[in-house]
């Protein structure tokens, strides 16, 4: 296993990808990946450019657990400013306990140029309850709690070390062997102060197109209840993206 935590390291460092939908012990046995890439260019009356890149590698042991490590970058640019600078590192480890019961440990580290995170750390876990129903899909209802070291790249707000809660439900769902539908949503509220929170939610729809290759579109929205000073409390953003799966 420890080789499979540095391979996994390693690669979330070259690609980048994030991941909605969640993962079930003994559904993909073995390793398996994904990558990923969008690219938006407009020259002429408007000059943009958009970017992103990714990959996902996953090891499911088919019995007890399932670990995956995962890292997301974008950047863009609009008439030659830069308007997104963005990356996003996960590493994950799920173990049963239970026929619908499972134990979670994590770290993840991000960083946002545009809401002024020079870096945001976390490490945590918790429990997971999942429910499969054939003809309604999967349902998860997660709960545990994390630490969070969060830097900014202003001189105004201060370096903040936290603990927070971590609850979510997530939900997935198979139209045809060729589409997939998820939904994932969190809320992070700080211990000691309830008015502290984030939230996430986040929408995908996967269609394969071809073979291994499929097309994402991917809607989310976040609001972060104490932000950085200048920076809005709330972010919607959707995408679309190919990916090939192996």
Known sequence: MKYLVVILLSVINLFAIVSIAPVAIGENPGLSGTVKGALQ??????????YTAGAKLA???NKSYVMWG????NYGKA???????ATFAHLRYIHKLEKNLDWEVFVQSQTNEFTKVAE???TGGGLRIHLNEKHYGSLYFGFGGFYEYLSYTTTVDSKENNIRGNFYIAY???????????????YQPKVGDISDYIILNSLELKVQVYKKVYITFLLSYNKDAKPAQGVKRANFSQ???????F
Request: hydrophobic content about 20%; aromatic content about 18%.
């Open 41 to 50: 260019t407009k020259k002429g009356n408007t000059d943009l450019d958009n």
């Open 59 to 61: 090891y499911d042991n």
């Open 70 to 73: 995962e890292f997301d970058f």
């Open 79 to 85: 008439n030659g400013v830069k308007n997104t600078n």
């Open 120 to 122: 945001r750390f976390l």
């Open 172 to 186: 997935k769902k198979k139209f045809t062997k060729d589409s997939q539908i998820s939904y994932v949503a969190y």
């Open 239 to 245: 995408s679309t993206s190919f990916s090939y799966k």
